[in-house]
């Protein structure tokens, strides 16, 4: 299954058939079944196909696809480097450049984005995924997870510049307060930590 995210909405594309799920025919359906989602109060929907990289190839051509990277990254203190942004605590991430290797870019993107440079990457996390809009498009947007280690003393310094609020080491414990004020596709990935 492959959950994208609308908010606090969710799709579920799936290869595994349930009664209640919306049957997968063909693009401009796939289409008119998305908009009518996105303009509903509709918390899930479940679209059913045999073929759930095909369905996900259609699906991902109903929108501008873009990747991004980002990292949980500790320290050896046991806390979690976390940014504010939208008034939301959120991981580093940011667009891979062309070309980039996803892990390059989720340490690049730590770097810039927290002022903390060379995590070690320790695994590669589940990819998350979210449709976002803006004046001009609608995106979906697969961001790429690691899990990070970071033996070092620097301190976190927010990129203003890309409207990060604040970027801070929190205490491992605290990661139910923070996903208290996240994204929703975020948990499954603070719940490695």
């Known amino acids: 299954m492959i959950d994208i995210y609308f908010g606090d909405r969710v799709v579920h594309l799936t290869d595994t058939y349930r009664a209640y799920y919306a049957q997968y025919s063909n ?10 989602f996105e303009d509903s109060d509709y918390e899930e929907l479940y679209i059913y196909e045999e073929g759930l990289n095909d369905l996900f ?18 320290n ?30 989720a340490i690049r993107e730590i770097g810039e984005e927290c002022g903390v440079f060379n995590p070690i990457i320790v695994k590669q996390l589940a990819s998350t995924f979210h449709v976002f809009k803006t004046e001009k498009n609608t995106y979906l947007k697969r961001t790429y997870w690691y899990k990070m280690f970071y033996k070092g003393s620097a301190i976190p310094v927010p990129q203003k510049e890309e409207g990060i609020e604040d970027a801070r080491w929190i205490d491992r414990g605290d ?19």
């Open 27 to 36: 693009r401009n359906k796939l289409k008119e079944m998305l908009l009518k």
């Open 57 to 74: 190839k259609n699906f991902k051509t109903c929108y501008t696809y873009i990747e991004s990277a980002g990292g949980l990254v500790l």
């Open 76 to 105: 050896d203190k046991d806390e979690v480097l976390v940014i504010k942004k939208d008034n939301l605590w959120q991981l580093p991430k940011g667009k891979v450049d062309k070309g980039e290797k996803y892990d390059a870019a």
């Open 175 to 193: 990661i139910y307060e923070v996903i208290k004020k996240t994204h929703k596709s975020l948990i499954p990935i603070w719940e490695k930590a």
